[in-house]
Antibody
Framework: EVKVVESGGGLIQPGRSLRLSCITSGFTFRDYAMTWFRQAPGKGLEWISHISSKDYGEAKEYATSVKGRFTVSRDDSKSITYLQMNNLKSEDTAVYFC???????????WGQGTLVSVSS | DTVMTQSPVSLPVTPGEPASISCRSSQSLLYNNGANYLDWYVQKPGQSPQLLIYLTSIRASGVPDRFSGSGSGTDFTLEISRVEAEDVGVYYCMQGTHIPRTFGQGTRLHIK
């Protein structure tokens, strides 16, 4: 059974940093790209980052809204992907989802999400 | 960025009746391999999104065949042949051709 579980969210002050983790199991992690999405309270979905598999060079892409502040990475030995979020802003407040991607970010397995609240 | 526009925003449906959601992109989603990278997701109340359709028309694993996707270029459609009560939720299209990936604003399907 494929499992995707995000963790690391919480209440954080503007300008601070936070690292989210996405722990997976039930599939060969190294063969898949992983994607991060977010959903602000009461709003729609937003794609924020992608990391491809090692076979595709672990290519990384970012949304304009987070480029230069967020960094995605992966540890294939642990089947985990990370989202390092620096210089957090109030507009980064959202539920952050991690998902396995099958083809150009078509996300077939999602986690339950982790809430990040940025507030002083 | 590629702007994705869905219509309608709200979709009241009688169980057993068909439903259709439109998704239009501000630029063509035709990739250089001939594929249109357009996905459909549904987010049911209190749940994470789930993949319904990818590559315009391929149903994800476990998705009932009453869901179908079609389209190419800039115009795409999700159709439900016979709506069931469990289909209530917000439906999103997402394009995977261009970076950044972008979603439509969502269509709330609800029962009349």
């Amino acid at each position: 059974e494929v499992k995707v579980v995000e963790s690391g969210g919480g209440l954080i002050q503007p300008g601070r940093s936070l690292r989210l983790s996405c722990i997976t199991s039930g599939f060969t992690f190294r063969d898949y790209a992983m994607t991060w999405f977010r959903q602000a309270p009461g709003k729609g979905l937003e794609w924020i980052s992608h990391i491809s598999s090692k076979d595709y060079g672990e290519a990384k892409e970012y949304a304009t809204s987070v480029k230069g502040r967020f960094t995605v990475s992966r540890d294939d030995s642990k089947s985990i992907t990370y989202l390092q979020m620096n210089n957090l802003k109030s507009e980064d407040t959202a539920v952050y989802f991690c998902a396995r991607s099958i083809d150009r970010d078509s996300a077939d397995y999602w986690g339950q999400g982790t809430l990040v609240s940025v507030s002083s | 960025d590629t702007v994705m526009t869905q219509s309608p925003v709200s979709l009241p449906v009688t169980p057993g009746e068909p439903a259709s959601i439109s998704c239009r992109s501000s630029q063509s989603l035709l990739y250089n391999n001939g594929a249109n990278y357009l996905d459909w997701y549904v987010q049911k109340p209190g749940q994470s999104p789930q993949l319904l359709i990818y590559l315009t028309s391929i149903r994800a694993s476990g998705v009932p065949d009453r869901f179908s996707g079609s389209g190419s270029g800039t115009d795409f459609t999700l159709e439900i042949s016979r709506v069931e009560a469990e289909d209530v939720g917000v439906y999103y299209c997402m394009q995977g051709t261009h970076i950044p990936r972008t979603f439509g604003q969502g269509t709330r399907l609800h029962i009349k």
